[in-house]
């Protein structure tokens, strides 16, 4: 929680020019009902502010419970916005908020992990949604396997996402709250990063120039090749999890570091996730063990004899241990999600349903 919400607000707004004047040049949003699935942190209330001074009615509800923080959602209700979301709600209460969202009757999306939009295709009913946003990876999966009754706009694969936020910010935070946390840092560490995409990238080039020992794992030949070509030690998983000193997932993808792994895993290893939700690792065979926090966000497992710390048990490690990333750098991702916001309320409201990716006509104003 913060100390002084007020105040905390006051500075972010001050070092978020962009999303400032992006926001300004929305339209009137009078008629606008938007519902946004996204994390509900300190960086959001000037955006969801903005929209709801613009006329718009929002919904909130959270794209994972680990990062919510209650003080931003009270204080964007008294504001105006309607939420049902709060820090670490039951698995229950989390799908009840999508239900009730699209019970609500949005008009638009706005979208961390298209969640709503996934809910929504579950059946034939539901709201006519005019137009939508998605701004993850994980979401833009879900939605190739759909076909959208609407047009989605993917902004998760604008360069200006993918290079600013995806490489080098989420690799940053991480190793910060790692810090933070831990009150250790990487030198004489093995540290194993799984995947190598542009998120893995940037957690294993900060890890690198923390003082880490680092190797990736990684299954995709060409992601692995790349990897060689950038200069790290590729190795496989199964035989390398067992050296490791610490072990960060970014794939995007479920049970990544499985059981069979985990029991690999050497004594006081440190494992932590920077995907979108606590699904790349096993973090269900760990809760049956016997366990305890020594340190806030640090979870000791006893597995046959050996401790091994999960980091914010599996959830979004610099986003729910930690504050993510940067008010400047996230001013460049929140600006072009509020240019992506009057797009689907203006031209590309027009367009036929499916999944387009966010033209640079929209976006690269708010720059």
Not at 98 to 125: K, N, V
Not at 287 to 315: C, D, I, R, W
Request: aromatic share 8%; proline share 4%.
């Amino acid at each position: 929680m913060y100390q002084d919400f007020e105040s905390e607000l006051t500075w972010a707004m001050r070092h978020m020019p962009r999303t400032r004047a992006a926001v300004a040049a929305l339209p009137d949003l009078n008629g606008v009902r938007l519902a946004c699935n996204m994390h509900l942190d300190l960086k959001m209330a000037p955006l969801v502010a903005g929209l709801l001074d613009k006329g718009a009615a929002v919904y909130l509800t959270t794209c994972n419970p680990t990062t919510v923080q209650d003080d931003v959602v009270a204080w964007l209700e008294r504001r105006g916005a309607q939420a049902h979301a709060w820090r670490d709600m039951s698995a229950a209460d989390w799908s009840a908020s999508f239900d009730r969202a699209l019970a609500w009757r949005p008009t638009h999306l706005c979208e961390m992990g298209a969640d709503l939009t996934a809910r929504l295709h579950q059946s034939a009913g539901g709201p006519q949604i005019i137009a939508g946003l998605e701004a993850t990876g994980s979401g833009i999966s879900r939605l190739n396997g759909m076909a959208p009754r609407y047009p989605i706009f993917n902004w998760d694969d604008l360069p200006v996402k993918e290079g600013l936020h995806n490489r080098h910010m989420v690799g940053l935070t991480a190793w910060h709250t790692f810090f933070q946390t831990t009150h250790l840092t990487l030198h004489e560490k093995s540290v194993l990063v799984i995947g190598y995409g542009l998120v893995g990238q940037g957690v294993a080039a900060a890890a690198r120039a923390y003082g880490g020992q680092v190797t990736v794992a990684e299954i995709d030949p060409a992601r692995a090749l790349q990897a060689r070509y950038d200069g790290w030690p590729v190795v496989d998983l199964a035989a390398a999890v067992g050296q490791a000193d610490v072990i960060a997932t970014a794939t995007g993808a479920k049970n990544v570091l499985s059981a069979s792994h985990l029991q690999q895993a050497k004594d006081g290893a440190f494992i932590l996730n920077v995907g979108h939700v606590a699904e790349e690792i096993d973090v269900a065979f760990l809760q049956h063990l016997p366990h305890s926090e020594p340190m806030p966000f640090v979870n000791a497992y006893q597995l046959a004899g050996k401790t091994l710390y999960l980091l914010a048990n599996g959830s979004m490690f610099n986003l729910t241990a930690g504050y993510g990333d940067s008010l400047n750098a996230f001013d460049v991702t929140l600006a072009v999600m509020a240019a992506g916001i009057g797009h689907i309320v203006g031209a590309g409201a027009q367009q036929q349903a499916g999944l387009y990716l966010l033209p640079q006509s929209a976006w690269q104003p708010a720059l």
